[in-house]
C-alpha cells in the first residue's frame, strides 16, 4: 500500500524559502531500517514520522544519517501537515518523543508555535579545535545538550563566516550554533552539523531552545525575534519561558506524494 508523504518549508511563508522537511504520518511504526532508508532517499535535512496513540503523537527524526533525538522544523511541518491535510481538528496538538519527552504546537492563525523543553546551557573555554572549523574566532563559547554555541561581535561576522566542514566533522557534539545580535531582530544564527548528516542547516527550531535563555539572559528580555542567516533563511518569534521556550513559524506545502515500498 502507497505511504503519503509531505514536504513542507518551514518557518517560511513563501515556499523554496526556510527549511524543508519530509512528514510521513504513519498508521504503525516500520522498523528503524525503512525509517533511515526513506529518510536517506528523501535527503532533506530532516524527515518526520508519526504515529497516532490516543490523545497524542508519537514523532521521530531522521536526517539522511542517523535519528536524532528533537527537530524542531519538522515537528512544526508535522503539526502544519495534521492541521491542514490529515484531519487534525483541535487548535494544540500533542507529540511525544522517546528522548525529548512531551512536546506540543499550537495554531493561532497562519502562525504555529511549538513548546519544547529549555536547553541546559554553560560557558565554556573556546575550544581549541574551534580555530580550524571556521575562518574567524568567536567571543565566546558555550555547551548545551547536544551543540557547541559560539558568539560573535556581529551579523556580519555570521554572514561572513566560512566553515571547513571536513574539521567540524571531527567535534564530538551533534553540530555548532554560531550566533551573534541582529541588525532588524533581537539575534541572528546558522547552524553546522556535518557529523549529523546536514552541512549547514537551513533554520533549526532545535538549536533555539540553546539560543532563546542565552539571548534573553543577555538581552534581558522575554520576547524575542531571530533570523537564522541560511541561503534560505527562516523568521522565529521566541519566548522563554524557563524550562519551557517556545519557538514560533509560519509553513507552506510544497508537495504531496506518496511512497511505494516492497
Same mark, same amino acid.
Given at each position: ?14 515556499? +523554496?524559502? %526556510?527549511?524543508?522537511?519530509? !512528514? ?6 516500520? $522498523?528503524?531500517?525503512? #525509517?533511515?532508508? =526513506? ?102 563559547? +558555550?555547551? %548545551?545538550?547536544?551543540?557547541? !554555541? ?6 556580519? $561576522?555570521?554572514?561572513? #563566516?566560512?566553515? =571547513? ?98
Amino acid at each position: 500500500m502507497p505511504q503519503p508523504i509531505y514536504q513542507v518549508d518551514a518557518f517560511t511563508n513563501a515556499v +523554496f524559502f %526556510g527549511n524543508p522537511a519530509a !512528514v510521513c504520518p504513519l498508521k504503525a511504526w516500520l $522498523d528503524d531500517v525503512t #525509517l533511515q532508508r =526513506i529518510a536517506m532517499e528523501n535527503n532533506l535535512a530532516e524527515t518526520a514520522f508519526y504515529v497516532k496513540q490516543e490523545e497524542a503523537y508519537e514523532i521521530r527524526w531522521f536526517t539522511p544519517t542517523i535519528e536524532v533525538d528533537l527537530c524542531g522544523h519538522a515537528t512544526l511541518a508535522a503539526a502544519f501537515v495534521l492541521f491542514n491535510y490529515e484531519g487534525h481538528q483541535e487548535n494544540t496538538i500533542r507529540f511525544t518523543s522517546k528522548h525529548s519527552g512531551e512536546l506540543s504546537v499550537t495554531r493561532r492563525g497562519e502562525w504555529l508555535t511549538l513548546n519544547f523543553p529549555t536547553d541546559r546551557i554553560e560557558e565554556i573555554e573556546i575550544p581549541g579545535q574551534i580555530g580550524k572549523c571556521f575562518n574567524l574566532q568567536p567571543q565566546l563559547a +558555550f555547551l %548545551g545538550k547536544t551543540d557547541y !554555541v559560539l558568539l560573535y561581535s556581529n551579523e556580519e $561576522d555570521i554572514i561572513n #563566516l566560512t566553515p =571547513i566542514f571536513t574539521e567540524i566533522s571531527k567535534l564530538k557534539v551533534r553540530g555548532v550554533i554560531v550566533t551573534a545580535r541582529g541588525n532588524k531582530t533581537d539575534f541572528v544564527s546558522r547552524f553546522f552539523a556535518p557529523q549529523s548528516g546536514v552541512d549547514e542547516d537551513h533554520v533549526t527550531g532545535s538549536a533555539h531552545t540553546t539560543l532563546i535563555p542565552l539571548w534573553s539572559e543577555r538581552l534581558d528580555k522575554i520576547e524575542l525575534t531571530a533570523t537564522q542567516l541560511s541561503g534560505r533563511r527562516g523568521y522565529l518569534r521566541c519566548k522563554y519561558l524557563n524550562d519551557r521556550v517556545e519557538i514560533s513559524g509560519q509553513c507552506k506545502l510544497y508537495l504531496i506524494g506518496k511512497i511505494y515500498l516492497e
